[in-house]
């Protein structure tokens, strides 16, 4: 079975000290630990609430727990303690990155701001995960994916394909979307760091981040000024933008391109409702869309799923059956690519997703599950070069924990 830290992968000898709960700031140290980071995360007595989120095998160690903190070492400290703080500080020391998700006050209070690590450690990229930037009015708001999914646009955007009731996506995409964000801008920090040597202090706050991410397709008109037309990508926001029911079942398919209406329209015979000038062009289809979708239904609705799969497949229109995430459990193609990580541990067999990305010369690996509640914290901290005293003063169990 890997062990946490192992340092296969592209960013092997990174040490990061992780001071994040919940979702976001552990999808991003997930990220470094895949590959290759020494993640240590720092948790105070009670742990990261995560750990008691059903289901799972213990009260301390959730299924989303275990995923999502996968290869990192566990270090129980009480930051409200001089001592603990002091500790994190002299740790500091010998670390590349230094990441957390607590609001500005909050951290500043602890006496861990930026300026306190960069006396300590110059290179250091300190990075603040937050809900909204400290210079803006909300900063002191608390934020969680919900909140920002509605202060994003993200739940609006979603009333155009509920019958105009407000509805919430069913991921955490803010939390997800703001941790992907933290992790390149940390390690764009590091590769400027190997050109200059000097290190610097990033701010990802999960609101500017969705806000930017929706704008992506949504800004539309109002990007220029004056606004030549409405926010809002008229085919994401249609109606008819959705999974087509079959004779059988659903079907997802995008006939997008000038190609790729050509080749659907010779699969099924060319008929006279093709030839009208609304199907012409991208931009008639664009303009049309509802339209352009719903003639779409009506034809999908006429065959099984598999005979649209073949035809659909010959015409290289993409399309896929709509698919369940227990589908996913057993997918032959994740199957083929050994998407599927497995590994035994003291409270059973588990299976998380692997690494998604494929490095040719330095691949990564999804380490051990999620580490009960302090099980490092006797050896990271002897590595710092603490003493056993110095250990036992902090309230270090004798025994840390159980390892997996």
């Known amino acids: 079975?890997?062990?946490?830290?192992?340092?296969?992968?592209?960013?092997?000898?990174?040490?990061?000290?992780?001071?994040?709960?919940?979702?976001?700031?552990?999808?991003?140290?997930?990220?470094?630990?895949?590959?290759?980071?020494?993640?240590?995360?720092?948790?105070?007595?009670?742990?990261?609430?995560?750990?008691?989120?059903?289901?799972?095998?213990?009260?301390?160690?959730?299924?989303?727990?275990?995923?999502?903190?996968?290869?990192?070492?566990?270090?129980?400290?009480?930051?409200?303690?001089?001592?603990?703080?002091?500790?994190?500080?002299?740790?500091?020391?010998?670390?590349?990155?230094?990441?957390?998700?607590?609001?500005?006050?909050?951290?500043?209070?602890?006496?861990?701001?930026?300026?306190?690590?960069?006396?300590?450690?110059?290179?250091?990229?300190?990075?603040?995960?937050?809900?909204?930037?400290?210079?803006?009015?909300?900063?002191?708001?608390?934020?969680?994916?919900?909140?920002?999914?509605?202060?994003?646009?993200?739940?609006?955007?979603?009333?155009?394909?509920?019958?105009?009731?407000?509805?919430?996506?069913?991921?955490?995409?803010?939390?997800?979307?703001?941790?992907?964000?933290?992790?390149?801008?940390?390690?764009?920090?590091?590769?400027?760091?190997?050109?200059?040597?000097?290190?610097?202090?990033l701010e990802v706050p999960m609101f500017e981040t969705l806000a930017s991410f929706s704008m992506v397709e949504h800004l539309c008109g109002a990007m220029f000024d004056p606004p030549i037309g409405p926010t809002g990508y008229s085919r994401a926001l249609s109606p008819e933008r959705r999974p087509y029911k079959t004779r059988d079942g659903y079907i997802a398919v995008m006939i997008y391109n000038d190609r790729h209406w050509h080749s659907f329209f010779d699969a099924i015979g060319n008929p006279a409702w093709s030839k009208d000038p609304m199907f012409a062009s991208l931009r008639s289809r664009t303009q049309n869309i509802t339209k352009v979708l719903g003639q779409l239904a009506e034809v999908i609705a006429q065959r099984t799923t598999q005979e649209w799969m073949a035809l659909f497949t010959k015409a290289q229109c993409p399309a896929m059956p709509v698919r369940s995430i227990d589908d996913l459990l057993d997918d032959p193609h994740l199957d083929s690519v050994g998407f599927w990580h497995k590994c035994e541990t003291p409270d059973g067999s588990v299976r998380m997703p692997g690494v998604p990305v494929r490095f040719s010369e330095t691949p990564g690996e999804a380490g051990r599950p999620g580490p009960r509640l302090g099980a490092d914290s006797r050896e990271v901290l002897a590595e710092a070069g603490f003493s056993e005293s110095e250990i036992d003063a902090l309230g270090v169990s004798p025994k840390g924990d159980q390892a997996r």
Do not use: W
């Open 1 to 201: 079975m890997p062990s946490a830290g192992a340092g296969k992968g592209p960013l092997k000898g990174v040490r990061v000290l992780d001071l994040t709960s919940v979702l976001m700031g552990p999808y991003t140290t997930q990220i470094f630990a895949d590959l290759g980071a020494d993640v240590i995360k720092v948790e105070a007595p009670a742990g990261d609430t995560t750990r008691s989120l059903p289901p799972g095998p213990a009260d301390d160690c959730s299924a989303m727990f275990m995923n999502v903190n996968r290869g990192k070492r566990s270090l129980v400290l009480d930051l409200k303690q001089d001592a603990a703080r002091d500790a994190v500080l002299r740790m500091a020391e010998g670390a590349d990155v230094f990441i957390h998700s607590m609001r500005a006050m909050a951290i500043a209070r602890l006496g861990l701001d930026y300026p306190a690590l960069k006396a300590r450690n110059s290179k250091i990229i300190y990075a603040n995960l937050y809900g909204y930037g400290r210079e803006g009015p909300y900063a002191d708001y608390p934020a969680y994916d919900d909140i920002v999914q509605a202060a994003s646009g993200i739940v609006d955007l979603q009333a155009h394909l509920s019958g105009g009731e407000p509805t919430y996506l069913a991921t955490v995409v803010a939390d997800k979307v703001a941790g992907l964000t933290a992790a390149y801008a940390v390690m764009a920090a590091l590769f400027e760091r190997e050109r200059s040597g000097r290190g610097q202090e």
